[in-house]
């Protein structure tokens, strides 16, 4: 599971509904998302967790991340 941006979920739950979906109810509806690995490739799940990390990251470590 993962805790991604609406609107990013809303995405990804349309690239690849097999592979993303919403969490029911309204931890869902905020953005929580599985993810099933055994379908997921690679590169998506990456950008995925991503996105994910720099939602909640404190933004010192974003901003370290970026650097590096």
Known sequence: ML???P?????LIMLDPA???AVP??????GSTFVQLQTVERADFQAA???A???VAPKRL???SDQG
Do not use: M, N, V, Y
């Not at 109810?25 to 905020?30: A, F, N, P, S």
């Open 25 to 30: 109810g309204t931890w869902g509806e905020r």
């Open 62 to 64: 974003i901003a370290a």
């Open 7 to 11: 609107a990013e979920q809303a995405a």
């Open 19 to 21: 592979t993303f979906s």
């Open 53 to 55: 990390w720099r939602g």
């Open 49 to 51: 967790l991503k996105t």
């Open 3 to 5: 805790k991604l941006p």
